[in-house]
């Protein structure tokens, strides 16, 4: 299990290095979507008929390339069409579904023990999502954004409709929208490139304590589930309490993003999962039970994090480059989760010292969490000068405003 393991995070680290190619602002998320959902189908059916164990890997890592633009451009949306005071809901329903997922597989792969098979029973659905992509909404936001207010408008009436807004195509106009999204599509008059998000100092120091929450959060995580190996257990039933347990994570997590905030919420979280890193520690492997129950607890508990660390990262970035960003700050994830397994080569000095190690990243990156400035209920950032204001009472009236009297959300 470990070498298989290895092997994965290595190859997650080779996703994400192509995840900015892949959810790219210019293309936008509906056609990158319905690229990757093709990609995704053919590559897994094929997987079943591989006639050699490279093909295999080959096929593995296309899809795993597919699954990271799906996830990315699929949070964006459910972001970016939501307003504030339901933009975690959304996040976290969305997490609700990868745990029913993640139980759906522990249970067919307990009753269908034949790989081949197994892998078409997942593959073949994604063709119909595929399908389900045609009506599929792009964002409307960032189609206004990005200079296409008629498209942007279309998908507005849409969704005003669907809302129950009845009279939409008489008030909703290109002079509407242009007048009242008037600031923001001045400031959008220039597209950022790459460099922006490092240039302007604001969004750089974002884009650096996100990267390293990420990457820590994701070494702690990795961390804990290497630890799974040293478990004498049904490798099914794990993988199904793992889904089980990501279920209340998940709820815990939006409880807590709603009371006390994204910032003390992964705080929370990521000091709770140090501790149990830490209580692994003492633990003697011979309680065997013990530590079953502090690594799955603790499975649970970077479940919810990563939930609170996903919802405030797309609330932090600005909708011009939020994508890019994504792909960046998800490239350091990933470098994290490759990470982990390679620490462990330092029992050989220290046996305790890669849990030690693991245990610390997860605290600091709680601890990192507090220099983000707090966006709950606050408006999502349009452009990089929306970051640079200090004073951010005017716009998030006016723009809150704007997308509720719109959509009628």
């Known amino acids: ?17 192509f995840e900015e190619k892949l959810t790219s602002y210019t293309a936008g998320g509906n056609a990158i979507m319905a690229y990757c959902f093709l990609q995704l189908a053919i590559v897994e059916t094929g997987a079943a008929f591989s006639p050699t164990f490279l093909v295999y890997c080959l096929l593995r890592f296309l899809a795993g390339l597919s699954t990271t633009a799906i996830m990315t451009n699929s949070t964006i949306l459910i972001i970016e069409w939501t307003k504030p005071k339901f933009q975690v809901m959304g996040v976290t329903l969305s997490r609700f579904a990868s745990g029913f997922g993640q139980i759906l597989l522990g249970g067919l792969a307990f009753v269908i023990r034949d790989w081949c098979t197994l892998q078409l029973v997942f593959s073949i659905p994604v063709f119909f999502l595929l399908v389900l992509t045609r009506w599929l ?19 507005l009436r849409r969704a005003a ?15 509407f929208v242009t007048s009242t999204m008037k600031e923001e599509l001045e400031a959008a008059q220039t597209k950022p490139s790459l460099a ?23 070494m702690s995580t990795f961390g804990l589930i290497l630890h799974l190996q040293y478990l004498e257990m049904n490798i099914f ?4 309490l793992l889904g089980v347990l990501s279920l209340p994570a998940n709820y815990v997590a939006l409880f807590a993003m709603n009371w006390l905030g994204r910032r003390k919420g992964q705080l929370l979280f990521m000091s709770l999962v140090g501790i149990s890193i830490f209580a692994i520690i003492f633990v003697p492997q011979e309680m065997q039970t013990l530590r079953m129950v502090l690594t799955v607890l603790g499975g649970g508990l970077p479940c919810a994090a990563a939930t609170t660390s996903l919802c405030h990262a797309n609330e932090l970035l600005p909708t011009v480059i939020r994508a890019t960003a994504l792909g960046i700050i998800g490239i350091a994830g990933s470098i994290g989760g490759a990470l982990a397994p390679l620490l462990m080569t330092l029992t050989t000095y220290s046996e305790p010292l890669p849990w030690i190690i693991y245990g610390v990243f997860a605290i600091l990156s709680g601890l990192v969490v507090l220099l983000l400035p707090e966006t709950r209920n606050e408006p999502l950032p349009d452009s990089i000068q929306d970051i640079e204001k200090e004073d951010k009472g005017s716009r998030q009236a006016k723009q809150e405003d704007t997308f509720i009297k719109v959509t009628q959300f």
């Open 137 to 155: 909404s792009e964002s409307a936001r960032w189609l206004i954004i990005t200079n296409k207010p008629q498209k942007g408008l279309k998908e």
């Open 161 to 175: 409709h669907m809302n129950g807004m009845k009279n939409s195509g008489v008030t909703l106009t290109v002079e």
């Open 196 to 218: 922006a998000l490092f240039r302007n100092p604001h969004l750089r120091k974002r884009m650096f304590l996100l990267c390293f929450v990420r990457f820590s959060t994701w």
């Open 237 to 240: 039933l794990l993988h199904g």
């Open 1 to 17: 299990m470990g070498n298989g393991y290895t092997k994965n995070t290595s190859n997650n680290k080779c996703w994400h290095k």
